[in-house]
């Protein structure tokens, strides 16, 4: 309801009709409690709940019936307005569910134990679903596999670990017990018998071996650490916002750009090292967004548009600057620094960044080159002769020609002084080292075990948040201009 009314009045502020506003204040709302509940049970929960166990009373028992009960409080309407759709599904995979195409649940609340669901293609559930238990004071937790055309019909209920065969079919009322291997059959009764003569198997064979139990996934997933890409994203974030905040709270904000101008440097190096040519059409749109609502806070007067759209350049260019880069190195290398260097002025204007973030995005391909062609030897004198290498080499260049032209232009944007100028190139000299020795892999340094979950969270959804706390900030100073530096 509170946010429900900072809504409704913030769109009354900004003239809405009072239909419209509280029709936009309430779907507003329910979506912005179904991402806190999504934000919570991935900093609380996490990848927990697939094959796990916790004692009774513990931290994470707590956690885990915490983040139940907000999904329980917070999705229940639009999970119940979309019962009995795919728009359903999406909502719970945010959530961590495994749901296959054209699955129908009809009670989306009962995948509770996000993590332990996996149902196959072209399933129908509408039966209950039990994937925890409490033995001898330990929750325990485990993934349950539904697999593709099976049936799940009212009232009946499938406990965790359970394995449903593909095709398969629960009678109303039916029951299937703990991890129990169920081959293809309809099935009713409690505990589930199969009904006569329904196995599809031929005479004489063991319908428990006709299918395939699917491999026990945790092990397939990845392993809970920390990555070294999530800490590099955790520091660009946190470096974002305090440039965020000082730019648009704050009226000298010298040295709040000093230290979030080091940023971006992260986010450019990690698109360029990134091989995936996929490009989120999110990212447009969001890009767009938020380049529109920077220019109505600056009386539509033309702005770079949104870092976002940079992105989007980068990963178009990418495989194309690749190839050139592996079939004639230094050459194409020279090329293509001075060509980036060259449009540095007229780049500016069309993204943010421009050109000097896509020289960070350069150093970033040659560093994803120079780890892909090292070999399993990482001694200190193997590194020192890796480095040495044309890769080695390369990479090195991309990092000296991408850092020097940084501080240059930002010094000519921000004009720091001489202390603000020193504590920026040390901060940028710790950070191209780090990027140096960088490779995607867990990390050495391992935070304690409940902020692993957090860290992780932020690690795989930087670019959301970015764009969240970014809109935020713009929102607020349009509609509170006092609060505005």
């Known amino acids: 309801m509170f946010i429900f009314a900072i809504l409704y009045l913030s769109f009354a502020e900004l003239d809405f009709h009072p239909v419209i506003g509280a029709l936009a204040a309430l779907l507003l709302t329910e979506l912005g409690l179904v991402l806190l509940s999504v934000s919570v049970k991935k900093v609380l929960v996490g990848k927990w709940g697939t094959n796990h166990t916790a004692p009774f009373w513990s931290l994470r028992h707590f956690a885990y019936f915490f983040s139940q009960d907000c999904f329980f409080v917070w999705c229940r309407e639009p999970l119940r307005f979309f019962a009995g759709t795919t728009i359903a599904n999406s909502i719970l995979s945010m959530f961590g569910t495994k749901i296959g195409s054209r699955t129908i649940i009809s009670q989306p609340m009962q995948c509770f134990d996000w993590n332990a669901v996996n149902f196959g293609n072209d399933c129908y559930i509408d039966g209950f679903l039990q994937l925890h238990t409490f033995e001898d004071m330990t929750l325990k937790v485990k993934r349950t596999h539904i697999q593709d055309g099976c049936t799940v019909n009212v009232g009946a209920t499938v406990m965790s670990g359970a394995v449903i065969a593909p095709g398969s079919n629960l009678l109303p009322l039916s029951l299937v017990l703990k991890e129990f291997r169920m081959p293809t059959a309809t099935y009713e009764g409690s505990p589930a018998e199969p009904v006569g003569g329904s196995f599809n198997s031929s005479q004489g064979s063991d319908p428990a071996l006709d299918f395939e139990v699917p491999l026990d996934e945790t092990n397939a997933e990845q392993s809970g650490l920390v990555d070294r890409t999530d800490w590099l994203k955790v520091a660009a974030i946190i470096l974002v916002t305090i440039d965020h905040f000082g730019y648009f709270f704050v009226d000298n904000d010298r040295w709040w750009s000093v230290f979030g101008r080091m940023a971006a440097p992260s986010f450019f190096f990690l698109m360029g090292y990134a091989q995936t040519r996929k490009i989120p059409v999110r990212w447009i749109f969001i890009g767009i967004f938020l380049t529109l609502l920077d220019s109505s806070n600056n009386d539509w007067k033309w702005v770079a548009p949104n870092i976002l759209l940079s992105f989007v350049i980068v990963r178009l260019a990418r495989p194309y600057v690749q190839t050139l880069l592996e079939k004639y190195g230094w050459i194409a290398f020279a090329v293509v620094a001075v060509a980036l260097y060259a449009s540095l002025p007229v780049a500016a204007k069309l ?135």
Not at 351 to 364: C, K, S, T, V
């Open 351 to 485: 993204f943010d960044y421009g050109a000097e973030g896509w020289l960070w995005a350069l150093f970033g391909l040659s560093q994803r080159m120079y780890v892909d062609g090292r070999s399993p030897d990482t001694s200190d004198d193997n590194l020192l002769k890796r480095t040495l290498t044309s890769a080695g080499l390369l990479r090195l260049a991309a990092c000296v020609l991408a850092a020097v032209i940084y501080v240059g232009q930002e010094q000519i944007e921000f004009k720091f002084n001489v202390d603000q100028s020193r504590v920026f190139i040390f901060g940028l000299i710790v950070l191209t080292v780090c990027m140096c020795l960088f490779w995607r892999g867990p990390s050495r340094f391992q935070p304690p075990a409940f902020l692993t979950g957090p860290v992780q969270f932020v690690g795989r959804h930087t670019l959301a948040i970015y764009a969240i706390t970014l809109a935020a900030f713009e929102i607020i100073v349009k509609l509170f201009p006092d609060l505005a530096a």
